[in-house]
């Protein structure tokens, strides 16, 4: 690893540290109801992409999600929902385990990414403990849908789709 790489792996090594204290001392956490059987979908039907854009600073420690801009240590995440793994940013070095792995970010993958990104595709280089509440899981990927994806239904169709 090259040394300025290496500085930057700690850069997010630490982000990742501070956003998951975060996380998990209840910062960022909305008082929505349990829904423990539900699925990702149900979980957008009334998310927040407010709340995941709030959510989504931890991120950017790695991540830059404006369209054109410039790779961190992670890849631009610019219209990464719909899109095939692996691929949202060409000039991004993937890891053989991530070029491998196939198929698209749809919202199903995305939640068990953000869940545990090791568990999904062991081997990447994402070095974050994952975000344990699904809803705020839900809020990020109703963010990243507003940010060149049209994967995702919009806020008004989300809402009409929960009722």
Request: glycine share 12%; net charge positive; proline share 8%.
């Amino acid at each position: 690893m090259r040394p300025a790489r290496s500085t930057a792996a700690i850069g997010c090594l630490v982000a990742g540290a501070i956003a998951a204290l975060y996380l998990w001392s209840g910062q960022g956490r909305s008082e929505r109801p349990l829904m423990p059987n539900a699925t990702v979908m149900e979980l957008l039907s009334r998310a927040d992409a407010g709340n995941g854009a709030r959510l989504f600073r931890q991120c950017a420690a790695c991540h830059n999600i404006s369209k054109g801009a410039p790779d961190r240590n992670g890849p631009n995440l610019y219209g990464v929902l719909g899109a095939p793994v692996a691929s949202s940013s060409p000039r991004f070095g993937y890891t053989h385990a991530l070029r491998s792995a196939g198929g698209r970010w749809d919202a199903e993958r995305m939640n068990a990414w953000l869940e545990d990104p090791q568990r999904v595709i062991p081997g990447n280089r994402m070095f974050f403990p994952g975000v344990t509440d699904p809803w705020e899981r839900a809020d990020l990927i109703a963010y990243l849908g507003t940010q060149g994806s049209t994967l995702l239904p919009s806020p008004a169709d989300r809402g009409a789709q929960g009722r």
